[in-house]
């Protein structure tokens, strides 16, 4: 569909294109709407996911993973799950291995690392990563779940809202006050199991879109957490989710430009058999203008995003970059939504159609991993420093 060729891939990333749509094809496409309904993915879908080696590629084969540090290999399975249209397990599965890992990995004692990543990378343990407080969104310092330091343990209490994979996670990365006197530089991760005492879930949310997705609230009543499981040092957790938090961005980017592309394809196929005025809806002039308008910008947002996956392959990306990124893509993905639920007409309003359920997964991207608002205001601190 798209003129530009790509130069980001080689034949050998091509082939493992073809085994992450092959999968798909095959385990995940033919159950999402059944997920949909039970509002998360099955625990099964995680460990076959794990089998085919697909999560936490990037960890060392020490720990089970593949020791595969090209980030190429992660965006083409971004990419492919979000061509494959199943949005929930599109966000899910990138989340776990591309945000919640790299914090376990980079930041995590020895201890840490040899007891969850064997597991996360097999699909036993799902990870999910905690900062946003029913009264506290994007202003990570307005947090206030605390973690008192008891000597040999932390003693963590208060709530997260919103937490993607939260229904079923096994590990979260939970961003916590250690010092509330010192603001952003009194903010730590810890790491929380699902068989500490204290620690519970609630009900997953009835969103509006998303709804293959375990999104719930998470509660900590007087959790003790082991020193072990504190994630680098005490008061830099705010500095470790400002660094880790560009590649969460840029994980969203990709997802939203091959969603686009996803609703685009499916877009295109309808509008050719469909006839109004006895002829097909493809042939008027609007219909055309209309898809060459979302083919030109989709083209554009690949090519921008492929050259950003270069970038970060050498670790050229900053904040302000991975903040761009996602507040156009998400941008243009709601934009195409919106036209090609139009080209579809009243159909495009049936949840039956793939776009209509697009349209509704589409909207929380411009939200998550920090409002477009907080992008703009990232890109501006870097024009105006």
């Keep these: 569909m798209f003129g530009l060729p790509r130069m980001l891939f080689t034949e050998e990333h091509e082939?493992?294109?073809q085994s992450v749509k092959d999968f798909i094809a095959r385990e995940i496409s033919?159950?999402?709407?059944?997920?949909e309904k039970q509002k998360m993915v099955s625990r099964e879908s995680w460990k076959k996911f794990g089998e085919n080696g697909f999560l936490g590629i990037q960890a060392p084969e020490s720990?089970?993973?593949m020791n595969i540090q090209d980030f190429r290999y992660n965006a083409i399975l971004i990419e492919e799950l979000g061509l494959s249209g199943c949005s929930g397990p599109a966000?899910?599965?990138?989340?776990?291995?591309?945000?919640v890992m790299p914090y376990?990995?980079?930041?995590?004692?020895?201890?840490?690392?040899k007891k969850y990543i064997p597991k996360m990378v097999s699909g036993d343990y799902i990870g999910a990563v905690a900062m946003t407080e029913p009264g506290a969104g994007s202003d990570l310092q307005g947090m206030r779940t605390s973690a008192e330091d008891k000597g040999d343990h932390f003693l963590v209490n208060g709530s997260k809202t919103f937490i993607t994979n939260g229904y079923l996670s096994d590990v979260v990365v939970v961003a916590v006050k250690t010092d509330p006197a010192k603001g952003a530089k009194g903010i730590s991760l810890v790491l929380i199991d699902k068989d500490m005492k204290g620690f519970s879930k609630g009900k997953p949310f009835e969103k509006v879109g998303l709804h293959a997705q375990d999104?719930?609230?998470?509660?900590?009543e007087d959790v003790k957490v082991p020193k072990e499981n504190l994630l680098g040092k005490l008061g830099e957790g705010f500095k470790y989710l400002m660094t880790e938090l560009a590649q969460e961005r840029l994980v969203v980017a990709l997802a939203a430009v091959a969603l686009g592309e996803y609703m685009l394809a499916s877009t295109v196929e309808y509008v050719k058999q469909r006839k109004a005025f006895n002829k097909s809806i493809s042939e008027f002039q609007n219909t055309r203008f209309k898809l060459a308008e979302m083919t030109a910008a989709l083209e554009q947002g690949r090519i921008y995003c492929d050259h950003l996956v270069q970038l970060h392959n050498s670790k050229l990306v900053d904040p302000a970059m991975a903040s761009a990124a996602k507040y156009n893509m998400t941008e243009l993905q709601c934009k195409v939504a919106d036209e090609c639920v139009?080209?579809?007409?009243?159909y495009g309003y049936m949840w039956e159609y793939g776009v209509a359920r697009a349209y509704a997964d589409a909207r929380v991207q411009r939200i998550y991993a920090?409002?477009?608002?907080?992008?703009?205001?990232l890109i501006a601190r870097k024009i105006l420093k």
């Design 30 to 35: 033919p159950y999402n709407a059944e997920w």
């Design 15 to 17: 082939l493992f294109r």
């Design 370 to 377: 920090g409002t477009n608002e907080i992008m703009k205001e």
């Design 342 to 346: 139009q080209l579809h007409g009243g």
């Design 104 to 113: 376990i990995l980079h930041y995590g004692t020895e201890e840490a690392k």
């Design 215 to 220: 999104t719930c609230e998470l509660f900590f």
């Design 91 to 99: 966000i899910g599965y990138p989340l776990h291995s591309d945000i």
């Design 63 to 65: 720990l089970g993973g």
